[in-house]
């Protein structure tokens, strides 16, 4: 298994920016599609984005369309989640994950790896 570990969380206001990384270890990032999940409190894990192995193939949640952007350096084994336009409905803690395969992208039951988490909070 590969081991993932977020990073780059913090408060922020609304509208603001955050740039979220996911660095692995152990197995070539290359061998994975990866994807970023969201939990908030009292709810459910909920996709955000996920990249195919090279990076050609991106797939958003609605929520996540046109603020966010997925994208991955192999050579850096590093997975980024660029988020614009923060909302305060945004705050969660956000996830990195690790599959082998790129079929079904928002389920996160298909995902082999997970990261520890880092926390997002955006205010109002």
């Known amino acids: 298994q590969v081991q993932l570990v977020e990073s780059g969380g913090g408060l922020v206001q609304a509208g603001g920016s955050l740039r979220l990384s996911c660095a692995a270890s152990?197995?070539?990032?290359?061998?994975?599609?990866m994807g970023w999940f969201r939990q908030a409190p009292g709810k459910e894990r909920e996709f955000v984005a996920a990249i195919s192995w090279r990076g050609r193939n991106t797939y958003y949640a609605d929520s996540a369309k046109g603020r966010f952007t997925i994208s991955r350096d192999n050579a850096k084994n590093t997975v980024f989640l660029q988020m614009n336009s923060l909302k305060p409905e945004d705050t969660a803690v956000y996830y990195c994950?690790?599959?082998?395969?790129?079929?079904?992208?928002?389920?996160?039951?298909?995902?082999?790896?997970w990261g520890q988490g880092t926390q997002v909070t955006v205010s109002s």
């Open positions: 994950a690790a599959e082998r395969d790129f079929r079904r992208p928002d389920q996160s039951v298909d995902y082999d790896s």
């Open positions: 152990g197995r070539t990032l290359s061998s994975y599609a």
